[in-house]
């Protein structure tokens, strides 16, 4: 076996490239970062061929000086950190040394730069690994970092790279990443010589809606927590945005971008009640922390951290996020917001420049649907197809009449105290009382003083399946079963949370079933958890099973359906223990059960009852699974739709 001998520095730095330099997208991530720590302001990056030919940085930020130019290009040498306390208090993008010398190792490198008050720029040459003499140039205040030929002397490396689009896109994506975590800085990226993007200085939210994209930006919540020495601050996308594997996910730690499994997995728990586990949702965070609570030396490439108390930033983000989720509701924040354009575009209506404008700054661009490209040009509706059944409008009993005709009564009926309060208002400003009376409130007021309600009120039940409601200025179609739906798992959350149990419902007749074998072995498994939520059941004889009791809030239910799925769901979850952790996943299967179903006929009491708990229900934006439970027809979209004003 051969002697133990010590490498040589050109191969050390080679082996280092493997870590640091993985792609050229890395190496232009290193090359940014120590212009973001020279505080440049403006930073312009540039990729040839995939950022294999060639790979540019121009910054304005403070330069370095000549004699300092070889040291720049040496391993593990750097300015920014001097002991071990610099280290455990780093807040520097770069602290390592090694990233300018690992791509010198395997490129030929260019480093010029300017520091103020110099008359000229110093500049200096790397090919492969050796260093040229530091000459004079021309160059304005700051740095240029130019890396050609990445991979030149280890092309069994460049075998692995993908192709030119695909490495364009990565370094792309590492710019935009940059960008996001330093709004106030200006950038550019340049692809093969042809500006990709280009951003000027602008606040946070400017600049995750040009990255993102407005339809990102008005599908979003805001996120702002502080608690325990730590922020989070950022954006996350309503539930009914989600469309799939979102590739939308940026974690920022202290300004570093960072993939970690206990920030991904808190968002993840934090959505669990209001997206389907085969979602995945968009987000923006920027997490900052003490510098001495998250050790950012992990890896070489700085995107892998560890924190001192992972469980408290848990914690802290799982909480943050699920206060603004819970917030989801018809009084806080709409459930779709371009439930208009989408019907546009169906009927094949273009809405007019002037109508685009609105609160809105992106009123056609998705929130949660699939929607086609606009036709340009204005055009006519498509022709009337007839609905697969046609609706018909069922005729109320006259027990329901006079309930429906009560509701509204009450609502609109003026009370005594309004007149009394007239009356004092009118001795106070004239100094004597009223001697007529008051004129009659016009249309526009006549629900003033009494309880805003953002879902109206139901004018009809469409079709068996949706409600049809009227507010103020818009009409608004629900669906009942999705409402429902939630409006049950939400009362059942908060009535196990606060008895541990759900209240129980015995039945007067037992209801009983065959079971097969599965279904009677988890019963005898998981008798006791059943009855924790409220279901009693019993085998009675070797394959038939007895429904004794049932949740209190699920009595007209199917019952024998209902037991069913709650076997299969205990079987499927096994242990005891895995049942607190999926214990919101069997809620969710009980409150589809009880939930209203499409086919079912309400009164308008029983909408109105629906509607009013919606708009008192956490979350009530989407089901359980992230569907929308509303959308909204303003004016405005309905008078495109008859092509009012055009």
């Given amino acids: 076996m051969s002697r133990i001998a010590a490498l040589p520095d050109h191969l050390v730095n080679q082996i280092a490239a493997g870590e640091v330099v993985e792609r050229p997208a890395a190496a232009l991530k290193e090359i940014i970062e120590n212009s973001l720590d020279a505080g440049a302001t403006a930073i312009e990056a540039?990729?040839?061929?995939?950022?294999?030919?060639?790979?540019?940085?121009?910054?304005?930020?403070?330069?370095?000086?000549?004699d300092d130019l070889p040291l720049a290009l040496s391993r593990h040498a750097t300015s920014k950190i001097a002991s071990l306390g610099d280290l455990q208090h780093v807040a520097s993008m770069g602290f390592r040394g090694e990233g300018l010398a690992s791509i010198a190792s395997v490129s030929r490198l260019t480093l010029t730069s300017r520091q103020s008050g110099q008359s000229h720029a110093c500049q200096i040459r790397a090919e492969d690994g050796a260093l040229s003499a530091v000459t004079a140039a021309a160059h304005p205040e700051g740095t240029t970092v130019e890396a050609a030929d990445l991979f030149f002397n280890t092309p069994a490396r460049r075998k692995f790279l993908k192709?030119?689009?695909?490495?364009?896109?990565?370094?792309?994506?590492?710019?935009?990443?940059?960008?996001?975590?330093?709004?106030?800085?200006?950038?550019?990226?340049?692809r093969d010589g042809k500006t990709l993007f280009s951003y000027p200085p602008q606040s946070l939210e400017e600049r995750i809606a040009a990255v993102l994209g407005a339809d990102f930006q008005t599908a979003s919540l805001p996120v702002s927590a502080a608690a325990g020495g730590m922020s989070l601050r950022g954006l996350i996308a309503k539930p009914t945005f989600a469309k799939g594997k979102s590739a939308q996910q940026y974690c920022f730690v202290n300004r570093r971008f960072v993939r970690d499994k206990v920030m991904l997995h808190a968002v993840?728990?934090?959505?669990?009640?209001?997206?389907?586990?085969?979602?995945?949702?968009?987000?923006?965070?920027?997490?900052?922390?003490?510098?001495?609570?998250?050790?950012?030396?992990?890896?070489?490439?700085?995107?892998?951290?560890?924190?001192?108390?992972?469980?408290?930033?848990?914690?802290?983000?799982?909480?943050?996020?699920?206060?603004?989720l819970a917030d989801t509701r018809a009084d806080r924040t709409e459930s779709v917001g371009n439930a208009g354009a989408v019907l546009h575009q169906i009927m094949g209506v273009s809405d007019r420049p002037s109508e685009t404008t609105s609160e809105n700054p992106s009123a056609a661009v998705s929130d949660g649907l699939h929607t086609p490209p606009a036709p340009s040009g204005k055009s006519a509706p498509a022709a009337y197809t007839p609905a697969a059944r046609v609706p018909q409008q069922r005729s109320l009993s006259l027990n329901e009449s006079?309930?429906?005709?009560?509701?509204?009564?009450?609502?609109?009926?003026?009370?005594?105290?309004?007149?009394?309060?007239?009356?004092?208002?009118?001795?106070?400003?004239?100094?004597?009382?009223?001697?007529?009376?008051?004129?009659?409130?016009?249309?526009?007021?006549?629900?003033?003083?009494?309880?805003?309600?953002?879902?109206?009120?139901?004018?009809?039940?469409?079709?068996?399946?949706?409600?049809?409601?009227?507010?103020?200025?818009?009409?608004?179609?629900i669906d009942m079963h999705a409402a429902a739906e939630r409006v049950n798992y939400e009362k059942m959350k908060r009535q196990r949370d606060a008895q541990g149990r759900l209240n129980s419902q015995p039945l007067l007749i037992p209801v009983s079933f065959a079971a097969t074998r599965e279904e009677t072995a988890a019963l005898a498994d998981h008798g006791d958890d059943l009855r924790a939520f409220g279901l009693d059941l019993s085998a009675i004889g070797e394959n038939r099973i007895a429904v004794r009791a049932v949740p209190q809030m699920l009595g007209k239910s199917d019952i024998e359906s209902l037991a069913r799925d709650m076997l299969r769901e205990f079987a499927q979850v096994g242990a005891s223990?895995?049942?607190?952790?999926?214990?919101?996943?069997?809620?969710?299967?009980?409150?589809?059960?009880?939930?209203?179903?499409?086919?079912?006929?309400?009164?308008?009491?029983?909408?109105?009852?629906?509607?009013?708990?919606?708009?008192?229900?956490?979350?009530?934006?989407?089901?359980?699974?992230?569907?929308?439970t509303w959308v909204k027809l303003t004016l405005k979209d309905l008078d495109a739709l008859f092509l009012r004003g055009q």
């Fill in 577 to 628: 223990q895995a049942v607190e952790v999926c214990e919101n996943r069997i809620l969710a299967t009980m409150s589809c059960h009880g939930s209203v179903r499409a086919g079912r006929r309400l009164t308008l009491p029983e909408m109105n009852a629906l509607l009013r708990d919606m708009e008192n229900t956490p979350r009530s934006n989407q089901c359980n699974h992230g569907r929308p």
């Fill in 268 to 324: 993840k728990q934090a959505y669990r009640d209001v997206l389907h586990h085969a979602l995945t949702p968009a987000f923006v965070l920027f997490l900052e922390l003490p510098p001495e609570a998250v050790d950012v030396n992990v890896h070489p490439a700085k995107t892998e951290i560890r924190f001192r108390d992972s469980a408290a930033v848990h914690q802290f983000i799982f909480h943050s996020l699920d206060k603004v």
């Fill in 402 to 477: 006079r309930r429906a005709l009560d509701t509204y009564a009450e609502l609109y009926r003026k009370s005594p105290q309004d007149d009394r309060e007239l009356a004092e208002l009118e001795q106070q400003r004239f100094g004597r009382p009223s001697e007529t009376p008051a004129p009659p409130a016009p249309a526009d007021s006549v629900s003033d003083g009494l309880p805003e309600h953002p879902l109206g009120f139901a004018i009809a039940q469409l079709l068996d399946i949706y409600i049809l409601a009227q507010a103020t200025d818009s009409l608004l179609l």
């Fill in 163 to 190: 192709s030119d689009a695909t490495e364009n896109a990565h370094c792309a994506a590492v710019v935009e990443r940059l960008a996001l975590a330093n709004p106030a800085v200006a950038f550019t990226f340049k």
């Fill in 46 to 66: 540039e990729a040839g061929a995939g950022g294999v030919k060639l790979l540019r940085v121009t910054d304005n930020g403070a330069g370095i000086h000549p």
